[in-house]
């Protein structure tokens, strides 16, 4: 199955048969079987060392950052949470 992205971000299907456009960016569905590079335990303990330099003194000149990091602290352990 294929689909291609315009310019506009729209998806679509491909009706035709040929090469694509060049303006367009064939997207080709891979195999969905997902392989992690880091364990659970891993990624938790990236998302304590987030967490931290969000809070840190050092950072507090950049309280942009600072909200990002603690944000991708909170969306890692929502991401590994054990299922309910």
Known sequence: MYARIG???????SNTAG???HSEKAL??????LTLPMTIDE???????LE????SVLMRDQPAQCADLECAA?????LTAPPV
Do not use: C, E, Q
């Open 43 to 49: 990624i938790r303990a990236l998302a304590d060392r």
């Open 74 to 78: 909170r969306l890692l352990r929502l």
């Open 28 to 33: 080709v569905m891979a195999d969905w079987k």
């Open 7 to 13: 310019r506009a971000g729209h998806r679509r299907r």
């Open 52 to 55: 931290a330099r969000g809070a």
């Open 19 to 21: 090469s694509p456009n």
